[in-house]
T-cell receptor, first 117, second 110 residues
Framework: GAVVSQHPSRVICKSGTSVKIECRSLDFQATTMFWYRQFPKKSLMLMATSNEGSKATYEQGVEKDKFLINHASLTLSTLTVTSAHPEDSSFYIC?????????????FGPGTRLTVT | QKEVEQNSGPLSVPEGAIASLNCTYSDRGSQSFFWYRQYSGKSPELIMSIYSNGDKEDGRFTAQLNKASQYVSLLIRDSQPSDSATYLCAVNRFGQNFVFGPGTRLSVLP
């Protein structure tokens, strides 16, 4: 299957600072990437859909000014958590959509564990 | 009504048994169906995809799709403790976002 990388895998930051997370599709081009967050023992929660060259589409209840998404190329999307607070501590996972012969498949990055102190 | 439903579990099976995981979906226009495995603290990993009615086998895994009844299942034969994880069902209509179920937690007891 396709490979998606995410960096960093873990980050600890102080309250009020910003953190950038990168998501890369390594062996395919992804016009669409997705950002999820997941709390312990909870389901994946879609935060936003990132489209190359256009603005991200945010899910209801997700603050677009707090979670900045940039999809500058067909292989890279970034999520910046601005003015982080302890309640932003979570597991952030990106995924990328790849087009097979006639179906889409979605592959996940390994995730970034963010801890805000 | 939730779009994709799964029994949250935990589903416990003894080692060597067949684990059967079920998923129902509400969108009749769904065309692609997927099973992901997620170990604790890790991200989901795609393990099976199925697009037409019937069975699809890959090693110890068999995915079954019944579009008329709007359900998809995953069978794991000869279950191993290493299969213990949460299994996510996902469905997709072409061009739209994937919709994930809440996942079923599987525990394989040695």
């Amino acid at each position: 299957g396709a490979v998606v990388s995410q960096h960093p895998s873990r980050v600890i930051c102080k309250s009020g600072t910003s953190v950038k997370i990168e998501c890369r599709s390594l062996d395919f081009q992804a016009t669409t990437m997705f950002w999820y967050r997941q709390f312990p023992k909870k389901s994946l929660m879609l935060m936003a859909t990132s489209n190359e060259g256009s603005k991200a589409t945010y899910e209801q209840g997700v603050e677009k000014d707090k979670f900045l998404i940039n999809h500058a190329s067909l292989t890279l999307s970034t999520l910046t958590v601005t003015s982080a607070h302890p309640e932003d501590s979570s597991f952030y996972i990106c995924s990328a959509r790849a087009l097979g012969l006639d179906h889409y498949e979605q592959y996940f990055g390994p995730g970034t564990r963010l801890t805000v102190t | 009504q939730k779009e994709v439903e799964q029994n949250s579990g935990p589903l416990s099976v003894p080692e060597g048994a067949i684990a059967s995981l079920n998923c129902t979906y509400s969108d009749r226009g769904s065309q692609s169906f997927f099973w992901y495995r997620q170990y604790s603290g890790k991200s989901p990993e795609l393990i099976m995809s199925i697009y037409s009615n019937g069975d699809k086998e890959d090693g110890r895994f068999t995915a079954q799709l019944n579009k008329a009844s709007q359900y998809v299942s995953l069978l794991i034969r000869d279950s191993q403790p290493s299969d213990s994880a949460t299994y996510l069902c996902a469905v997709n209509r072409f061009g739209q976002n994937f919709v994930f179920g809440p996942g079923t937690r599987l525990s394989v007891l040695p």
